[in-house]
């Protein structure tokens, strides 16, 4: 059976480095890199298969449209692999006020960041076996509501709640989930989201991480089956101050008792 690697958003960002982390240190055959940017994709593949020999397979996809998950789900169905990891870093956010904002940008948000990472996620598990693993990019703004920032901040709540709860689910068949929360990192994500709030990003823009450092953070808590992974000192404090422990915590208080009662 082959062994294979997803990700997603793996045309730019943090995605496209945990991709090339994924092909230079992880036993697998291939390598599926999705993205709507076809050019994008194209280059990576050949960076990837030229300096490390992984095979790739490109498939440019709009993963709010549902169809694209169904290309996937069949993919995945006529191949029948096995899922050694799982990247979901598709994700966008843009920022201003909620209420005079455009409605279909928001929706938008939640179909990529919540939906897609869902289904995605959902469809995957079936392929997956002990030793495989998920790596949900999330964010620390999924511990604070942040009033201006308030649908992608949900968005991230969605994620890191549902990864912290099927880290615990998934655990009885060895698969690890991790949610990485990084602060600000120099991408493109601010090109997008700076359309509204330059202020507010000039502010982040002092925290502001490299992409390589945050990659290498990931991938390092991911190896260590680090249910949250916060990259830096700063964001660390930061998520403890808004409540990492506490979550932490009754995640597992919750499975205790469920496992008690089920
Ligand atoms: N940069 C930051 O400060 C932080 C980012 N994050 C999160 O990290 C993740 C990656 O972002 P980052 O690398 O920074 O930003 P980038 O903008 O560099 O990357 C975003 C990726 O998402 C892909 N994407 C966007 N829309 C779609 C779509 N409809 N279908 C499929 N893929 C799509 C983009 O590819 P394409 O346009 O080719 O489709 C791109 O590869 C996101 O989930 C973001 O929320 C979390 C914390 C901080
Ligand atoms: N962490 C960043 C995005 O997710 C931010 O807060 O801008």
Do not use: H
Request: net charge positive.
């Amino acid at each position: 059976m082959k062994n294979i690697g997803i990700v997603t958003g793996a045309s730019s960002g943090l995605g496209k480095g945990i991709a090339i982390e994924i092909a230079k240190g992880f036993d697998i055959d291939e390598l599926w890199l999705i993205a709507r940017r076809k050019e994008r994709l194209v280059e990576l593949g050949k960076e990837i298969y030229e300096n490390y020999g992984v095979n790739v397979v490109l498939m440019s996809l709009d993963l709010i449209d549902e169809k694209s998950l169904q290309k996937i789900s069949e993919r995945l169905e006529s191949q029948k692999p096995n899922i050694k990891i799982l990247v979901n870093s598709s994700g966008f956010g843009v920022m201003g006020d909620s209420s005079e904002m455009n409605r279909k940008v928001q929706e938008d948000m939640i179909l990529l960041n919540c939906k897609a990472l869902f289904s995605l996620t959902n469809i995957c598990t079936n392929y997956m076996s002990r030793g495989s693993g998920i790596l949900q990019i999330a964010s620390v703004a999924g511990f604070c509501p942040q009033p201006y920032f308030a649908v992608y901040s949900a968005t991230k709540a969605f994620v890191l709640s549902y990864s912290m709860a099927l880290s615990k689910e998934l655990k009885k068949r060895g698969i690890s989930v991790s949610a990485l929360c990084p602060g600000p990192v120099n991408t493109e994500f601010f090109d997008i989201c700076e359309r509204d709030a330059k202020m507010e990003n000039m502010i982040k823009k002092m925290f502001i991480k490299s992409p390589n450092f945050v990659v290498k953070r990931a991938i390092k808590g991911y190896l260590k089956k680090k249910t949250v992974i916060v990259p830096g000192i700063t964001m660390k404090l930061l998520s403890i101050i808004e409540g990492l422990y506490i979550k932490q915590l009754s995640s597992i208080l919750a499975y205790k008792i469920y496992k008690k009662f089920n």
